[in-house]
Each structure stands twice: as C-alpha cells, then as structure tokens.
C-alpha cells in the first residue's frame, strides 16, 4: 500500500475529487421516476465576490444536497447569478469613467454593449469560486436573471399582472436615491438612528402682527415650504389661522393652515410644509391643494427654486449655507441636538430624497392572502419559527411596490407610449413592439407606426425577476415536464434579512403563477459577525478572505468550523479557531486512517471476543448517532447533527473503539473488516459536511466500486442500546484507573489490581461463572488490569477506594502518601458535594416544584441526590481511614 503522510493535505485532495465528481456527472440531473430533490441558489451578485456569508449560506445548500443525493433522492440543486442593477450600473459606470468614458455621452444600446462586456469578463467569479467550497451545483442549469429564459419569463408576468389589474402607473412620492438616481422601494431603504441638529426657524406674520417658530432639521427645504401647519386644536395658533407668513431666504408668503396630523408636542407645535421634499407633507398638501415647489435635482443638488445662494449646492452643503443666511437675517432662532431616524441607501449609502415621481407598482394586497396563508398553516415552514411573526407583521402591513427604476441595465420595462389625436397619452403593455403597435393600431388606426411608438425607458425591480426565480430557473413559464417534475423546490436557504425582499414575494409568485408554494422549507441563516458581533464589512477590516481560508486550512476545515456554530437563524461568531478545530478534526481522522491502514491482519487469527463485543457496542452506538442525525436533518439542526457526529467520531470511535481493538501484533480479519465497515458508515454519515477527505478515506480504506458521493446510506429504524450501560461503566473505569496512576505518580502501563464487592450489581460485568467477560478483556487491554476480584467489603480495608457511577471500586497501591494534602482534597471534594446536595434537597422540599415540574424532571433531580449522597459516603469512608 502507498504510505500515507503524516499529515491531511487537503490541497492536491480537493481539486482531485471535484473534478471526478464533475467528469461523472454526479452534480447533473434531469427528471426520472425517483423522488426529486431540488435546491435553487439565492443567486449571488454578477458584481460578487465570494465572502463569509456565501460561504456558509452555500456550505448549508450543499450539506442538505449531498444528503438528499445519499438518500438516494434525484438532487438537483440549480446555481446562477443576479443582474443587480444598481450595483452592475456603479461598476459599468467606474469602469466607463477609467476609460475617459461618460455615461451620458453613449445611446442606451452602446452603453448596454459595454455592460454585457463587463458581465462576461466578470460575472463568473463567484461561481468559479463555489466550486472550491465544494459546491455540487448542476453547472449545466447555470441560469442568469437577465437571460433569454429567465427575460421572457419577466414580461410574460409583467404583462400578466397589467392585464389582471394587478400592476399600474402612478405618481406618488417615491424613495429616491441621488447617487445611484433611481427611485427604490421600502424595503430597500435601511432606518437607522443619527445625530443630527433641529433647527428653530421664526416665520414672520406678513401684517405685521407677529411671528411663528418652526422646527426642522431640514433647513435647506425652506424654498419649497408652500404653508406652515398648525393643529386645529392648538389655542396658541388659532389666531395665526388663515393669515400670511413670510418664508425665510425668500421674497414669497405662504398661509398658516390647521391639520389634525400636526403634533402639538413636538417642537414648536408649527409644521413647515413642504410637499414635494416629505411623503407627509405631501399628503397635507393634497389636502389642502398646495403648491409644489421642488428644489432639489436628481442628483442631490439644489436647484434655482432654492434661490441663487443654495442653487447648485449638495444637499448636505445646502444645509450648512442655509443655516448661516438664517443666522445672518436673525431668523434662526436655536439650533439643537436631536437625534432621530434617517432611511439610507441600502447600495449606495446616502440618504434617501422623497421624491414626488410617475413610477410603476404592483397591488400588493391582491397578492398578499395565499402568501400569507401558507406560513400561517405551516404550508411553507419556516426554520427557525420565530420568523414567522415578523413574516406575518410584514405581510399584514404590506404595501404596494414600486419597480421601476431609473437605469439602462435590467429589464426594461415593457410598456409604449404613444399619444391619441386630442394629445392624450396612451399606453399599451405587450411582450414585443410588435404586440403594442398592434394594440395601439386596433386603439387609434393603422396610422401608426413603431416610429410613433416611445418605449419606457425605465427598467425593472431587481427582485422583479428574483421572485421568479424558483419557476423560471425550470422553464416553468414556457415548458411542463421540469417545473411539474421539480416544482415546488425542497428548501430554501437563505438571510433572514430579505424575508420581505425575496422570500415573502417569491410565496406570492408561486400561488399566482402556479397555485402552488414555491418550497416546503425555509432555513434562515444567521449573519456572520466577528467575536465582537459586528457586523463583517471591509471599512472595519474585520472581514476575512474566504478563499484565503480555504487554501490555508481547506475547504472541509472551513465548512467544519463554520456549521460547528451555526444554529438556524443563529449569528455565526467567526474566529480562526473554528476552522483550526476544523482542520485538527481533518488530521484526527487522517490518523486514525493511518492507524488502522498500519495493523496487520491475520487470517488465521480467530474472532478476538472482546474485540467482537467493542464491534457490537461501536456498531450500535453508531446506528443510535445516525438516527440522531436523521432528526437533526428533518428538524434543520444541521449544528447539532455535526458536532454529535464529531464528538462520536472523537471520542467513541477513535479514542475508544479503535483502543479497545489495536492489536499488539496481528488483527484477526473479522474485527479489522468490521472496523472498515463502521469507519466506511461514518464518512457516508460526515460526506455531506465534509466531503472531500469523507471520499479520500472512502477510497483508501477498501477498494471501491462506487464513489461515497452516491453510495446510498442506510438510516436505521431503531437501535440496540443493551450495551450502552456495560460499557458507559468500562470507560468511567478506565477512566478511574488512568486518573489514580496519574495521580499517585504510577506509570501508566503498569499492572494493576482491582477489587469490587461481592455483591456489587457491577460484578456481573466482569466476570460469569468464574470465567471472565469479553468486557474484562476491553478492561485489562484499556486500563492494563492485572486482576479484578470480588470480596467483602471489609477484606478491602487497605485498598484505596473510588468510584464508578455510585458503585466503589478498590485499588491495590502500594504508595506513600501525604496524608495532609489527601484529607484536605477530600475535604474540599466532600463541601463541594454537600453544597450541590443541599441545593438539591432545597428544590425537592418545594411542593410549587415537586407539583408542577414534569415527573421525569422531579426524579431525575431525585436520582441526581441519590448518587450525590453514595459519593458523599464514600468520601466519609476514605476519611476514616485517613
């Protein structure tokens, strides 16, 4: 056999088995009569790079994909890519600019030319890099949310909803980002608490009779006040009602109107209105049919409605000059610390403009009700179930959405516009030019012709074509046999954080468009944070470099470290440790392959008994550690099930079993098959979490006809505990022994002679009609046990005395011993217990306790009391004898 290295080296490993992997076509799938299985990626950024978040978000994807593959199950899990089309827009645009190129200066087509370029150069990355993940995604299903595919599938539901009623064109105040110079919906804008100043601004009566303070923190909007507003109610203002005020930095007057939404307690109780800058003050405007004076441009820049001293001025620029001609004309009144809450830009950053703009929105309340529904009735599931009150506090609330937005990469809007005789314009919505000159033909006559017709030059929502996303990545709007095959999907993976952004709608365009939930499952990661629990960004440098990680410690070491604490819905405390314990779980395994690799087997060596018993007990032990795993699965408690696995692999079998069975020269053939046999069940059992070193062992342990990727693990339905209890008392005993050699300086290998009572339920164990048992046999190969008799208790006198369970066992140690120091640590083992003792009595002697608590708890406490006191009398007895 080829030496093994002293070391797991995952780099040579990983690319090996990838590539098998793929050359055998194990990550493609196509309907067939076994049950499906399918995943669809959240699709990543065509801008993304791969970060912690991908990482463990994928590494979730590929544990459930690979298990449903060992199932047996038809896997399909369907990767791509999102056009993202502000953050594609931003980086087209940096990449125009580094080449003395302006937006502005190119035809939406030219532009379009150098996006599509820059999305093939690279928009892959990410995909390329998944694969060094492990990944085991159907590259051949790669989809791309602006393909022909997925393109089509975004006007067909467009036009649908436009002719169902559901979707129209309004204007209203809108979210407007300046930078980015699109408008975007609520849950795009991110609120967050700031500092800022409210400045007290006085208004002067126009007769002369008096002023109005007002407060604001947007002083740079004064241009665009068209009213102050008081409450009807408010006995201070009730004269100022109907009159004139003289607006500050203008030569304008505006009229003191009373409104029931203005808050007597804030402030001064007196409200500026300016409804083109504030979705309220808007909607006091209509009331009252003020004016609109917009004073701010697109790009964040005030405009000649501002007055030639802010016209041109940034908005934040504007605010300072503002705040200085007030002081200079004596109108400031006081400016004050306030802190209050600011919607930012969830791409870009910057302060969110309201905005008074004609954009497209789709009713949502017509879509809400089925969404709805299916979380409330468990249809749709949601891991973990605290989610579900915030789904169902968001879908109770909803409100329409607005997708349309002001860019030239995305899809566009399919919607012309032409005008009629009298001038008016008219609108037809179609898949095609062709379909809307038709429309607008049958409408106004054939006189028209395409050159009258003017396209939308908006484009659609992002998420627009996402919602989609578990239908169209199967052609479900074009052809049957895989959306009727793979439709709904098994589970999605994805960020609590886009529960309303992606999640809620995708539910609502499953029931629309198929009557059907777009999957059965959904598993909400938690965010990755570093051990201070910010928040990973590259400003505060606290973000590790995913790939960087994986060519350091390799990819199972990661997927290990990151699953290792990653309860659903839980934050993921990232620190390098995880994934150094991921990699010494790499090397545990390595060794023990090396270990077993090294044993020479006889097979003219009989059946060792007490090695034929350790088989028994590992081979149950292992049936009950993959039952639990089974519920771990079925329940998303994918952290529980590996480091269930991990501590059984740890300990049972590599610390005990392959102890018990090491041989001093050859092995008999049975045990070492059976030890194959068990090591073989655990890399099918760890493949999915760590599937590269799982299929190298695999292959080294035995020769192979299959790969472990695909070879079907077996889920028991029941197994044997009969020897959990032997031997749970064998390793607390080895473990007993091991520690008085340590502690009475004895060497460890050394022969020792043990002692139990006569009629000690334990006797039994170790010895049956004279004879010793195959357990003895584990016992004096673990703990080096000379003998181990049976006598009264009172034979046993000298013998140092401790204990199993509540069981005494005595030790025959010839040694000098500091009597002083040992009744001092007994004494300090004695208070110890009397303390938990004392606590336990004082929770039993609770009747509120004892009634209501349930009665396994009760006397599980009562149990604990029991072996507390055996221990306790113990420690009296070696006390005496001291």
Known sequence: MTELSAHYDPSDIESKWYAHWESQGYFHSTPDD?????????????????????????????????????????????????????????????????KGIKKGDLTRDEYLAHAWEWKEKYGGIILKQLRRLGA???????????????????????????????LYRKQRMVNWDPKAQTVLSNEEVIYAEENAKIYKVRYDLADGSGSLVVATTRPETIPGDTA????????????????????????????????????????????????????????????????????????????????????????????????????????????????????????????????????????????????????????????????????????????DWCISRQLWWGHRIPAWYVSDAEGEEKVYVATTAAEALAQAQGDLGEHITADDLRQDEDVLDTWFSSWL????????????????????????????DIIFLWVARMVMAGYEWKEERPFHDVYFTGMVRDKQRRKMSKSLGNSPDALGLIDEYGADAVRFGMMSCS???????????????????????????????????DDSLPTDAGSALASEWISASLDQQIMQLQESYESYRLSEGLISLYSFVWGEYCSWYLEMIKPEGAIDRATYEHCIQVYSRICQALHPFMPFITEEIWHLLAERETDCIVTPMSVPSASSDILA?????????????????????????????????????HAGLWSTDGEPTPLYALLARLAYVAELQTAQVDELDEWTVFTVGTEKYYAQIERKIDIQEERKRLQEQEQRLQGFARGIEKKLSNERFVSNAPEQVVALERKKLADTLTKLENITTQLAKL
Not at 42 to 57: A, E, F, R, S
Not at 479 to 493: F, G, K, M, N
């Open 34 to 98: 076994r049950e499906a299985y399918s995943i669809v990626i959240p699709p990543p950024n065509v801008t993304g790079v791969l970060h912690m978040g991908h990482m463990l978000n994928n590494t979730i994807q590929d544990i459930l994909i690979r298990k449903a593959r060992l199932d047996g199950k038809n896997a399909c899990w369907v990767p791509g890519t999102d056009h993202a089309s502000i953050a594609t827009e931003a980086k087209v645009v940096r990449m125009l600019r580094e």
């Open 136 to 166: 085991s995604c159907d590259w051949e299903r790669t989809a791309f949310t602006m393909d022909e595919e997925r393109s089509a599938a975004v006007l067909e539901v467009f036009v649908d909803l436009y002719k169902k009623g559901k």
């Open 228 to 399: 102050v507003a008081v409450h009807p109610e408010d006995e201070r203002y009730s004269a100022s009602v109907g009159k004139q005020l003289r607006v500050p930095l203008t030569d304008r007057t505006v009229p003191v109107i009373a409104d029931d939404y203005v808050d007597r307690e804030f402030g001064t109780g007196a409200l500026k209105i300016t409804p083109a800058h504030d979705p309220n003050d808007y909607e006091i405007g209509e009331r009252h049919q003020l004016e609109l004076r917009d004073t701010i441009n697109a790009d964040g820049t005030m405009n000649e409605l501002a007055g030639p001293e802010l016209a041109g001025l940034d908005r934040a620029d504007a605010r300072k000059a503002a705040v200085k001609l007030l002081e200079a004309t004596g109108n400031l009144v006081a400016a004050d610390d306030y802190r209050h809450s600011v919607g930012r830009s969830e791409r870009t950053q910057v302060p969110i403009e309201p905005r008074l703009s004609l954009q497209w929105y789709v009713d949502m309340e017509t879509l809400a009700a089925n969404a709805l529904r299916a979380v409330e009735s468990d249809e749709v599931t949601l891991h973990p179930q605290k989610y579900v009150g915030v789904y169902k506090h968001w879908m109770n609330n909803i409100r």
């Open 469 to 496: 996303w578990p239908m169209s990545v199967f052609d479900g709007f074009s052809t049957q046999e895989e959306i009727d095959y793979y439709y709904p999907t098994s589970v999605l993976v994805t960020g609590w």
């Open 567 to 601: 309860p659903a819905g839980g934050d993921l405390l990232f620190d390098d440790k995880l994934i150094q314990n991921g990699r010494n779980f790499c090397n545990k395994m390595w060794n023990a392959l090396r270990l077993i690799k090294g044993w020479q087997v």
């Open 725 to 761: 209890t032997d031997f749970a008392v064998l390793k607390e005993l080895v473990s007993g022994v091991r520690e008085l050699r340590s502690k009475n300086g004895l060497k460890q290998r050394a022969p020792m002679t043990l002692a139990i009572a006569s009629d000690s339920p």
